[in-house]
């Protein structure tokens, strides 16, 4: 990256997917560009067109986004970005806990996810890359294990991906991440992403009978990941999460790590309801109970 | 945390929130917001000769707990001497709110309206706020 160099981002963006950019913007003096989103929170392809126009340097985006559940066609931007000469970089950190998801097929050059998202241990993530551009890249960090060779004059790095694996391994995150995501395996991803549709479906249905609820995001379930973000009228989600706490309901509230979407949607907070393999119907029904109860203490 | 919390005093203070608005001309101004959530309050206070709060109004946008319980602190503030300010703490907001049972989530919500009427008079006043005052 250097001075005048363009990272194309979307305003749908994770807080994590915005941040590192503007870091690396202020200390080359590269430009950062977000593209809009439609009103049903579906990336704008004339903007994104647009924006491949400028010959980027880096397009990086969400594979799903964590509020409005919106499923960009990662193939699809990614071979656009690739015709554009860019380097690509997907947040899966919503789509591979909850759906198939192929590198291969994606033809992303960096994916990146986070293990404490699918049933993993904290603290630990996984970065892909394609193989060449690694072999291009200098280390971020020095220490142990990532050298070949060190002399008082100088060092050789060692071979992908110890290179980038300074000092000790957090072995015991990668054993638990590593049973994470063999469980979800021997589960099935489709079978996950098919339960998420139809509770999201369900859920989708039902909390909107209860009245006085902006639901943001696509409205088709196919194009949605499991998440259902809504606000209820007159009541700030901070109250609605404390409500349906008491009823044993766990929803997010606030920002979610996208105050940029926040500012585009023109919300200071969402509540956030999101369904993983381990939820019910009856979940979805606890949740609406709790809605119309916040209701009634608010109305009263 | 439990809902009593969200008794009817506190959503009567929300619905019908008193002193909301603007003092002109007034003495102090400050304003905060609580990053995670977006509570926002705004405090505008018009001290007297006898440096005390004479006027004292609140705006912002947020939760129920953080505007009912801005609104309550301006009530109790009226009148009172600038010094007094130094003296509040998370008790008394506790205890005009009724309740200490708020969970920490919640806390900082409760507390910001002090946090500001606190940042604000200490400028005032010319003081600086120490670690620990301000929560």
């Known amino acids: ?300 | 945390m439990s809902s009593e919390i969200y008794r009817e005093l506190i959503l009567d203070y929300y619905r019908n929130p008193r002193n909301f608005g603007k003092v002109e001309p007034h003495d102090i101004s400050a304003r905060d917001s609580n990053p995670l959530c977006g509570d926002e309050i705004e405090i505008q206070v018009r001290v007297t000769p006898e440096k005390k709060i004479g006027e004292i109004k609140f705006t912002g946008k947020g939760c129920a707990i953080s505007q009912a319980s801005a609104s309550m602190l301006t009530e109790f503030a009226k009148g009172k001497p600038l010094e007094w300010v130094k003296e509040l703490s998370k008790e008394d907001i506790f205890k005009l709110l009724g309740t200490r049972d708020l969970g920490p989530a919640r806390v900082k919500c409760a507390l910001l309206s002090m946090k500001v009427l606190k940042t604000g008079t200490y400028s005032y006043l010319g003081a600086k706020l120490e670690d620990g005052q301000d929560s």
């Open chain 1, 1 to 300: 990256m250097k001075k005048d160099d363009l990272v194309v981002l979307t305003k749908m963006e994770h807080h994590s997917n915005i941040v590192p950019w503007q870091l690396v913007a202020q200390k080359t003096h590269a430009k950062v560009k977000y593209v809009d989103l439609d009103e049903d929170g579906i990336l704008n392809m004339v903007e994104f067109e647009r924006a491949m126009n400028d010959s980027p340097k880096l397009v990086a985006f969400t594979h799903c986004s964590n509020v409005l559940g919106t499923i960009n066609d990662a193939a699809m931007l990614v071979r656009k970005a690739r015709k554009a000469g860019a380097t690509t970089l997907v947040d899966a950190a919503q789509s591979v806990p909850h759906m198939p998801v192929d590198v291969s097929q994606i033809g992303c050059d960096f994916l990146a996810f986070s293990g404490h998202k699918m049933l993993g241990p904290t603290g630990i993530g996984v970065l892909y890359g394609r193989k060449a551009l690694l072999e291009d890249m200098e280390p971020f960090q020095g220490g142990g294990d990532m050298i070949k060779e060190v002399h008082l004059t100088g060092a050789k790095w060692n071979d992908v991906p110890y290179k980038f694996e300074a000092g000790t391994t957090n072995f015991a995150d990668a054993v638990g991440l590593g049973v994470a995501i063999d469980y979800l395996s021997s589960v099935g991803m489709q079978k996950v992403r098919d339960h998420e549709v139809e509770l999201l479906k369900y859920a989708t249905e039902e909390t909107e009978k209860v009245g006085g609820l902006t639901i943001y995001g696509p409205r088709d379930a196919a194009r949605r990941g499991g998440v259902l973000s809504f606000n209820v009228e007159g009541i700030h989600p901070h109250d609605m999460a404390s409500i349906l706490d008491e009823e044993g309901v766990a929803i997010r509230s606030g920002h979610h790590c996208a105050q940029p979407l926040m500012e585009r949607l023109d919300v200071t907070a969402t509540n956030r309801a999101s369904f993983y393999l381990y939820n019910s119907y009856d979940d979805v029904d606890a949740l609406v109970g709790g809605l119309k109860k916040a209701k009634r203490m608010f109305e009263a």
